[in-house]
T-cell receptor, first 110, second 111 residues
Framework: DAGITQSPRYKITETGRQVTLMCHQT?????MFWYRQDLGHGLRLIYY???????DKGEVPDGYVVSRSKTENFPLTLESATRSQTSVYFC?????????FGPGTRLTVT | TQLLEQSPQFLSIQEGENLTVYCNSS?????LQWYRQEPGEGPVLLVT?????EVKKLKRLTFQFGDARKDSSLHITAAQPGDTGLYLC???????????FGAGTRLFVKA
């Protein structure tokens, strides 16, 4: 199906474990983004990518790693999960000035 | 650091009432967007405003961009239960390709 998908939709992990959140888009959009959404903070940009192999930090990049070897995929890795990384994570891709968001991944770090 | 402040944070009204949500900043944005988000889903774009003073209408929703491009408002006429959701404003950073989001206004419309 065309669009932007995220997996898993829900994830529970333990402190210190590595976790990778997947994002896939079928539109061949150049720009892709990762946000986290926390109550009272709205959406905060973690990392973004302008094209394959081009990534840059957003507002809250510490503790996260991204890669983009293919245009359609933009995985986000938490190298050593902490409780403060419990959040809902949204991936988005962009055409011109409109961003299209995935359904989100709810991550709980215990 | 550019910030967008939304008010009110929460709004609970009866069906048929009118309401206005505000989005304010001390910074200038090249464009401003309004998104609506429902529980368990990602935000969906409602409108983008680009020109200072611009007014756009989308059925019962009216969006306005301030003359100085620092603020915006969303007015809903005769609210319906289907309007319930989280409304987010977002500004395009003039210094680069980044979007700054406000914390959102959670609207609940009672039948």
């Amino acid at each position: 199906d065309a669009g932007i998908t995220q997996s898993p939709r829900y994830k529970i992990t333990e402190t210190g474990r590595q976790v990778t959140l997947m994002c896939h888009q079928t539109w061949s959009h150049s720009y892709m983004f990762w946000y986290r959404q926390d109550l009272g903070h709205g959406l905060r940009l973690i990392y973004y990518s302008a094209a394959a192999d081009i990534t840059d930090k957003g507002e809250v990049p510490d503790g996260y790693v991204v890669s983009r070897s293919k245009t359609e995929n933009f995985p986000l890795t938490l190298e050593s999960a902490t409780r403060s990384q419990t959040s809902v994570y949204f991936c988005a891709s962009s055409a011109l000035d409109e961003q299209y968001f995935g359904p989100g991944t709810r991550l709980t770090v215990t | 650091t550019q910030l967008l402040e939304q008010s009110p944070q929460f709004l609970s009204i009866q069906e048929g009432e009118n309401l206005t949500v505000y989005c304010n900043s001390s910074s200038v944005f090249s464009s401003l967007q309004w998104y609506r988000q429902e529980p368990g889903e990602g935000p969906v774009l409602l409108v983008t405003v680009v020109t200072g003073g611009e007014v756009k209408k989308l059925k019962r929703l009216t969006f306005q961009f301030g003359d100085a491009r620092k603020d915006s408002s969303l007015h809903i006429t005769a609210a319906q239960p289907g309007d319930t959701g989280l409304y987010l404003c977002a500004g395009e950073d003039t210094g680069g390709f980044k979007t700054i989001f406000g914390a959102g206004t959670r609207l609940f419309v009672k039948a």
